[in-house]
């Protein structure tokens, strides 16, 4: 089964210029995440998708940062204007499920997140 | 909200056993996850445990004390290529069923 894909791999963008990453998660996988994780930390949650609808968008800084799913399958990230400290990695993760459950003989597994290779994104 | 401690740095020998550990805090608890990233890499599911005990997967296993809020990840017969960072991350018991990361211990094996 393929991975999650996401694009660009690299970006390097001057401050206040705007940006978009692009995520297509595993097939049926219903829970979307995006993660930004700065060099040194642990990924940190920018926004979570159940199908097209938002979960949890608490830590998205909002008054620059967007994201969408319209279809409820692929997804983008926008930044704008970027600063400085939004320089990191940007990674798209994504789950079969948003909580554990059995469904048609199946355990899904909410708690597995799949990762892509994420962009790495320089604000310079 | 929650908070996750574990060491930064770890190193051991090939073949050795390590353990590296994870304390946390938070409002709400669901389960204990840890995950692998390689440098330059996507985090890798590792193990999960949602209720006291060892869970164990291969040279991998992972152990989670609800009452103490600890968990570690415990390496065996360490390989060159488990030299990465090792996340363990919360998931609360609440609506927001995503992840907390801890800051991560980066594992160094030498040969």
């Known amino acids: 089964e393929a991975g999650v894909a996401q694009s660009p791999r690299y970006k390097i963008i001057e401050k206040r210029q705007s940006v978009a990453f692009w995520c297509n998660p595993i097939?049926?996988?219903?829970?979307l995440y995006w993660y930004q994780q700065i060099l040194g930390q642990g990924p940190k949650l920018l926004i979570q998708f159940q199908n097209n609808g938002v979960v949890d968008d608490s830590q998205l800084p909002k008054d620059r940062f967007s994201a969408e799913r319209l279809k409820g399958v692929d997804s983008t990230l926008k930044i704008q204007p970027a600063k400085l400290e939004d320089s990191a990695v940007y990674l798209c993760?994504?789950?079969?499920?948003?909580?554990?459950?059995?469904?048609?003989?199946?355990?899904?597994?909410?708690?597995?997140?799949?990762f892509g290779p994420g962009t790495r994104l320089t604000v310079t | 909200g929650q908070s996750l401690e574990q060491p930064s740095e770890v190193t051991a020998v090939e073949g050795a056993i390590v353990q590296i550990n994870c304390t946390y805090q938070?409002?709400?608890?669901?389960?204990l996850s840890w995950y692998q990233q390689h440098d330059g890499g996507a985090p890798t599911f590792l193990s999960y445990n949602a209720l006291d005990g060892l869970e164990e997967t291969g040279r991998f296993s992972s152990f989670l004390s609800r009452s103490d809020s600890y968990g570690y990840l415990l390496l065996q017969e360490l390989q060159m290529k488990d030299s990465a960072s090792y996340f363990c991350?919360?998931?609360?018991?609440?609506?927001?069923?995503?992840?907390?990361f801890g800051s991560g211990t980066r594992l160094q094996v030498q040969p």
């Open positions: 993760a994504s789950s079969l499920s948003l909580v554990d459950r059995w469904t048609s003989g199946r355990f899904l597994k909410a708690y597995e997140q799949y």
């Open positions: 991350a919360v998931r609360a018991d609440t609506g927001r069923r995503a992840l907390t």
């Open positions: 097939s049926g996988h219903a829970t």
């Open positions: 938070t409002s709400g608890f669901y389960g």
